[in-house]
């Protein structure tokens, strides 16, 4: 028996990357990685990372509309990462862009240990692997985060927020 069906192929147009942001996160992974670009399908999206090392890791992504795609990036090793993405599981965009995968920060000492309730004062932070960027804040327990001001890769300033309860925060 010979079976013919009638079949629909839909011809699209390329998707093309234009930016990520952020730009770089921890190599521990768990960052929302906005794609930003033309030309993306509505349909089941990948993202696609390219290890220094060569290494292939791919992730399930959101389409957010024809121009953006968000994908969580995976736990990578420290360096750069090529980012590609495909709307349809097999053609991957033919440009790729860079992902600075950095070494997760720490903190390792705050100074002064202890301020008012009432707020206000400038709390530094010690530690290491702090990145300079514009999202950049200070949390305290379960307030709500602060901006906080780069001094350098081990260095924050952070302004400490009023609370209703003295303790200790984590």
Do not use: E
């Not at 060569?54 to 090529?82: D, E, R, Y």
């Not at 602060?146 to 209703?164: G, K």
């Amino acid at each position: 028996h010979l079976l013919i069906a009638d079949l629909l192929l839909v011809f699209a147009v390329q998707p093309v990357l234009s930016g990520l942001s952020p730009t770089s996160g921890p190599s521990s992974g768990g960052t929302s990685l906005v794609v930003s670009g033309s030309n993306f399908a509505n349909s089941v999206v990948r993202c696609r990372f390219i290890t220094a090392l060569g290494v292939q890791l791919f992730v399930t992504g959101t389409w957010n509309a024809s121009s953006q795609i968000i994908c969580t990036t995976p736990a990578m090793p420290v360096g750069h990462s090529k980012v590609d993405v495909t709307d349809n599981g097999v053609d991957y965009t033919r440009n790729s862009l860079v992902f600075v995968v950095v070494a997760p920060a720490s903190v390792s000492q705050l100074l002064p240990p202890l301020g008012p309730k009432t707020g206000g004062t400038p709390v530094t932070v010690f530690g290491s692997n702090f990145l300079n960027s514009a999202a950049l804040a200070c949390k305290f327990g379960a307030l709500t985060p602060v901006a906080a001001t780069f001094v350098d890769s081990t260095q924050l300033v952070c302004i400490a927020p009023s609370t209703a309860n003295a303790g200790s925060v984590a």
